[in-house]
């Protein structure tokens, strides 16, 4: 995956979909959670609308005037490190990479932490694609 | 007698409870062991409990020649907290800790153990080798160093109506996991910061954050009077391998590893991969020192 195209890192966020909604475990953990929230990969948005666990659906920015709760902000390179099958230390963790200095969370925190393992299972949902 | 025999496999490890005297309060502790010679006292990460240790006292390597020992921490566990708990917040502090360890100690007659401590546990060895290099054979600190820059900066997550304790501190801790490390072990690490009461691990964290930068104070432990190995887990980013270089930079004589595919928890997290790192100290221990 080294040589992952930029394009490729894209689509690993407009997968989530079907990656989340066809895993049963993953609707059971976050069943109740129901939020948009946004995942930035350089200065490219998405807007990922969650309801009761269920990834309904994933829009690609630019947004003008939309709201989201929390935000989860990365660039494609480090996104396509922690998407790699066996990902180095440092790029196996969103917490990881934010102390790395990687990784930014920023927003309403209260459903993202409610949901931790979610949510942060969720992001890495596109790891097992292609590995 | 042929009905009392087991029928399906009794493992070595035992558990009682000991009564101790802490900071004036009387304390009802939990510990189990298993194997025989040389103590090997086990302090488990905070928020957890001595479970953490079963592999190892389940690893006919290790307790052939060591009484491998784990006590669960007042709070944590099957250790209770002190009568009136209720009323207070519970908050760990580095006196306190060395001295549950020193009181501990002196109650089960151990002479001179070996202490193995993991995270917070790693830390306190940091102090039981500055303070009472004499009262220990060799001291073994897991994910452990003088100092660690927090990573997320409010331990209010971790205790707070709105947020299920349980399920945030098991979130957390597992990233702190090799990806390498077996599902099932993996799991049975969270488990325990799942079953954690309210507030503890924030207790404990203080103990590690708030009462626990070491970094003036590691340059004056004397290895020449007790061994101290350190070793952390490459994938650990609450405790880095550069957090604990740096600190075995500045104790001549530290013996310090850095363990592949291993996050926080090596014993329990890896037991397979980590027994390849701690079998040659335990082994050296055994033959070095007296």
């Known amino acids: 995956m080294p040589g992952m195209a930029e394009s490729d890192v894209h689509t690993r966020i407009t997968a989530l979909p079907e990656l989340v909604n ?5 609707l059971r ?3 109740y959670l129901t939020t948009t929230f946004l995942v930035e990969l350089d200065d490219v948005q998405y807007l990922v609308r969650v309801v009761e666990g269920r990834i ?3 829009e690609r920015g630019p947004f003008l005037m939309r709201p989201w709760s929390f935000a989860v902000r990365a660039s494609a390179d480090a996104w396509r490190r922690f998407w790699e099958p066996v990902p180095a230390p440092g790029y196996h963790d969103l917490f990881a990479m934010k102390k790395l ?9 209260v459903p993202l932490m409610a949901n931790l393992r979610y949510v942060t299972d969720v992001l890495a949902a596109p790891r097992r694609r292609g590995a | 007698m042929a009905d009392l025999e087991p029928r399906a ?3 070595p490890i035992v558990g009682r409870y000991v009564r101790l005297d802490l900071a004036g309060r009387p304390h009802r502790v939990y510990f189990e062991e298993a194997g025989q010679g040389i103590p090997l006292v086990c302090l488990h990460t905070a928020g957890a ?3 953490q240790f079963r592999h190892l006292m389940n690893d006919e390597a290790v307790t052939g020649a060591y009484r491998v020992i784990a006590f669960d921490m007042p709070w944590h566990g099957k250790s209770l907290p002190p009568a009136g708990w ?6 760990l502090t580095t006196a306190g800790y060395v001295d549950l360890i020193l009181t501990f100690c002196r109650a089960l007659g151990l002479e001179r153990p070996v202490v193995l401590g993991c995270s917070i546990g790693g830390k306190i060895v940091l102090e039981l080798a500055r303070l009472h290099p004499e009262r220990f054979r060799a001291l073994i600190g897991l994910e452990s160093a003088a100092y660690q820059a927090p990573w997320y900066d409010d331990t209010g997550w971790l205790h707070r109506p709105d947020v299920h304790g349980g399920e945030v501190c098991g979130a957390l801790m597992s990233g702190l ?3 390498q490390s077996p599902e099932e072990t993996r799991w049975d690490t969270l488990w325990g910061y799942m079953q954690g009461g309210p507030g503890v691990f924030k207790g404990d964290l203080y103990c590690y954050r708030e009462d626990g930068d070491f970094r003036d104070r590691v340059g004056r432990i004397d290895t020449s009077r007790c061994p101290l190995y350190l070793l952390t887990g490459e994938y650990d980013f609450s405790c880095t391998p550069d957090d604990t270089r740096w600190t075995a930079d500045r104790i001549p004589g530290a013996r310090l590893t850095i363990m592949t595919e291993i996050g926080h928890f090596p014993m329990s997290e890896n037991p397979g991969q980590f027994r390849k790192y701690l079998l040659p100290v335990l082994d050296e221990i055994r033959l070095l020192t007296r």
């Open chain 1, 22 to 26: 066809a895993d049963a475990r993953l």
């Open chain 1, 29 to 31: 953990r976050g069943r």
């Open chain 1, 56 to 58: 309904a659906s994933v």
């Open chain 1, 101 to 109: 200095g990687v990784a930014r969370v920023e927003g309403d925190l």
């Open chain 2, 9 to 11: 496999p009794l493992e």
């Open chain 2, 49 to 51: 409990d001595g479970r």
């Open chain 2, 86 to 91: 209720q009323d207070e917040e519970y908050r």
């Open chain 2, 177 to 179: 996991i090799a990806p």
